[in-house]
């Protein structure tokens, strides 16, 4: 089946040691999302990927960076993890298609700890 | 900037009522309504997704309406059961790839 994977579904972390956290795709869309979300609240879009091109959200904070080596994966990479930045992260992809809104499908989500 | 607000936060029903679920959002210029289902500690498995030309989407026992000029839609969950208890969130999409989310129903169906 189609779908959107996200490895590993729980990492844990130090305060300050980097971290990366791995999505892929099989649905072969061109654009790929990174989500944080923390407890009991909505998703919030951290950058997104429209094929190669990264488009940063205004307000996501420089620890936060972004890999896309090809259509299939994509990375997130925290630098120096904070205790504010334990949440799940969920990876989404959509298919743009011209006048008509793309529906989005997201990954089960890596919940991560930093101690 | 788009605003998405869901009522209510919590809601209990017991097991084989209908329920419906609100969303509303504060710029009716979107392109496409989306209603995602969270389980705890899971992420999202999107139930229906509504152009804006469009009045509603039915899968199953799920029906989404959408009037995007009032800024609302709903979310009519029929004969409800114990396994329909999760987080309903629904999102917006307007310009760009964007998606607002509100910040969720959180549903019991008891049994």
């Known amino acids: 089946d189609a779908m959107v994977i996200q490895n590993p579904r729980y990492q844990v972390t130090q305060f300050g040691k980097p971290v990366t956290l791995s999505c892929s795709q099989t649905?072969?869309?061109?654009?790929m999302y990174w989500y944080q979300q923390k407890s009991s609240q909505a998703p919030k879009l951290l950058f997104h990927?429209?094929?190669?091109?990264?488009?940063n959200e205004a307000d996501t904070p420089d620890n936060f960076q972004s890999r896309r080596p090809n259509t299939s994966f994509c990375f997130l990479d925290i630098r120096s993890p904070g205790l504010g930045d334990a949440a799940m992260y969920l990876c989404?992809?959509?298919?743009?298609?011209?006048?008509?809104?793309?529906?989005?499908?997201f990954g089960p989500g890596t919940r991560l700890t930093v101690l | 900037k788009q605003e998405v607000t869901q009522i209510p936060a919590a809601l209990s029903v017991p097991e084989g009522e209908n329920l419906v679920l609100n969303c509303s959002f504060t710029?009716?210029?979107?392109?496409?309504l989306q209603w995602f289902r969270q389980d705890p500690g899971k992420g999202l498995t999107s139930l229906l997704l509504?152009?804006?030309?469009?009045r509603e989407q039915t899968s199953g026992r799920l029906n989404a309406s959408l009037d995007k000029s009032s800024g609302r839609s709903t979310l009519y969950i029929a004969a409800s059961q114990p396994g329909d208890s999760a987080t309903y969130l629904c999102?917006?999409?307007?310009?760009?790839?964007?998606?607002?989310f509100g910040e969720g129903t959180q549903l019991t169906v008891n049994p």
């Open positions: 989404a992809t959509s298919r743009v298609q011209l006048d008509i809104g793309n529906e989005q499908f």
């Open positions: 649905l072969n869309h061109n654009v």
């Open positions: 990927y429209y094929d190669k091109d990264f488009n």
């Open positions: 710029d009716s210029a979107i392109y496409n």
């Open positions: 509504i152009q804006s030309s469009q």
């Open positions: 999102a917006v999409k307007a310009s760009g790839s964007r998606l607002t």
